[in-house]
């Protein structure tokens, strides 16, 4: 079993789940830690999480009707910039979620937050790890990305304001100015 697996079981099931509304909805795969996740501290190897992550993005992309307009204009999906907290480990066999949803946009870029989630002892939800990543559509024939509002309009959505940005969310785009005009 290998990440690859993980992949083609992920497309081939996300034609059969309902469809998202990208702007309300989350997307909410269900996983179990295999020995090839591991690193040598025998918990998921810090990589894992990132594309396990990507998981979530694809089936948002599919399930939210966007793959169509990805395939039909050969557009890119990139991840602009990426943030991640770890907070418990996750050890062998063991069962967990990652939920992504949208959270913000740009003019440009979609912000997506991704939790990593385990049941506890109590069955009560514990979260292994919390990421923000910046993303978007990179249309190679035009050089450059495709506006969000475009994006929404593909799958028949009216691109309104962004939510306004919780401090955490807030703080990642104010990072990614900083970074940007020190390149």
Same mark, same amino acid.
């Given at each position: 079993?290998?990440?690859?697996?993980?992949?083609? %079981?992920?497309?081939? &099931?996300?034609?059969?789940? +309902? /469809?998202?509304? +990208?702007?309300?909805?989350?997307?909410?795969?269900?996983?179990?830690? $295999?020995?090839?996740?591991?690193?040598?501290?025998?918990?998921?190897?810090?990589? /894992?999480?990132?594309?396990?992550?990507?998981?979530?993005?694809?089936?948002?992309?599919?399930?939210?009707?966007?793959?169509?307009?990805?395939?039909?204009?050969?557009?890119?999906?990139?991840?602009?910039?990426?943030?991640?907290?770890?907070?418990? !480990?996750?050890?062998?066999?063991?069962?967990?979620?990652? !939920?992504? /949803?949208?959270? &913000? $946009?740009?003019?440009?870029?979609?912000?997506? !937050? %991704?939790?990593?989630?385990t049941a506890g002892r109590a069955g009560r939800d514990?979260?292994?790890?919390?990421?923000?990543?910046?993303?978007?559509?990179?249309?190679?024939?035009?050089?450059?990305y495709v506006p969000v509002e475009r994006l929404f309009? !593909?799958?028949?959505?009216?691109?309104?304001?962004? +939510?306004?940005?919780?401090?955490?969310?807030?703080?990642?785009?104010?990072?990614?100015?900083?970074?940007?005009?020190?390149?």
């Amino acid at each position: 079993m290998n990440l690859w697996l993980r992949l083609l %079981h992920l497309i081939i &099931a996300s034609f059969a789940r +309902p /469809r998202l509304d +990208p702007m309300t909805d989350a997307s909410c795969l269900g996983f179990r830690v $295999w020995p090839h996740d591991l690193d040598i501290s025998m918990h998921v190897n810090n990589s /894992r999480y990132w594309a396990l992550m990507d998981l979530g993005r694809i089936d948002l992309i599919i399930r939210s009707g966007l793959w169509r307009a990805v395939v039909r204009h050969r557009w890119a999906p990139i991840v602009n910039a990426a943030t991640i907290r770890f907070r418990r !480990e996750l050890r062998l066999f063991r069962r967990f979620r990652v !939920e992504t /949803r949208i959270v &913000a $946009w740009t003019q440009t870029f979609v912000v997506m !937050e %991704h939790r990593v989630v385990t049941a506890g002892r109590a069955g009560r939800d514990i979260v292994a790890a919390v990421a923000l990543a910046s993303t978007g559509l990179y249309d190679r024939k035009a050089k450059c990305y495709v506006p969000v509002e475009r994006l929404f309009a !593909e799958i028949g959505l009216v691109a309104l304001p962004s +939510p306004e940005p919780s401090p955490d969310v807030a703080a990642f785009l104010a990072t990614g100015d900083v970074v940007r005009q020190a390149a």
